[in-house]
Nanobody, 123 residues
Framework: QVQLVESGGGLVQPGGSLRLSCAAS????????IGWFRQAPGKEREGVSC????????VYVDSVKGRFTISRDNAKKMVFLQMNSVKPEDTAVYYC????????????????WGQGTQVTVSS
């Protein structure tokens, strides 16, 4: 059974930090690129970051560059999103997703999705 399970969300003050985790099971994790997406109320789901399967290349959306860091641990089949200097506009449900092939923010091209974890940035 394929599963992607996000965790680590919660309430954080502006300027604070949060670390999201994505645990994978039921598929050949090593061969999949993993993307983080987010969806704020009333908005479309958008790509935040992605880490490839092969060379570990990484991409970030401009709005999080310099603040968020994505990483993966293939042995543990996990991907992490370290969120620093968070802003109220980072408030959203965060999803991890897996796809065979290179990184992309094309949501329709992802094979598996997690259920999401809520991140709320507020004082």
């Amino acid at each position: 059974q394929v599963q992607l399970v996000e965790s680590g969300g919660g309430l954080v003050q502006p300027g604070g930090s949060l670390r999201l985790s994505c645990a994978a099971s039921g598929f050949s994790f090593y061969y999949y690129a993993i993307g983080w997406f987010r969806q704020a109320p009333g908005k479309e789901r958008e790509g935040v970051s992605c880490i490839s399967s092969s060379d570990g290349s990484i991409v970030y959306v401009d709005s999080v560059k310099g603040r968020f860091t994505i990483s993966r641990d293939n042995a543990k089949k996990m991907v992490f999103l370290q969120m620093n200097s968070v802003k109220p506009e980072d408030t959203a449900v965060y999803y991890c997703a897996a796809r065979l092939g290179p990184c992309t923010y094309n949501k329709g091209s992802y094979d598996y999705w997690g259920q999401g974890t809520q991140v709320t940035v507020s004082s």
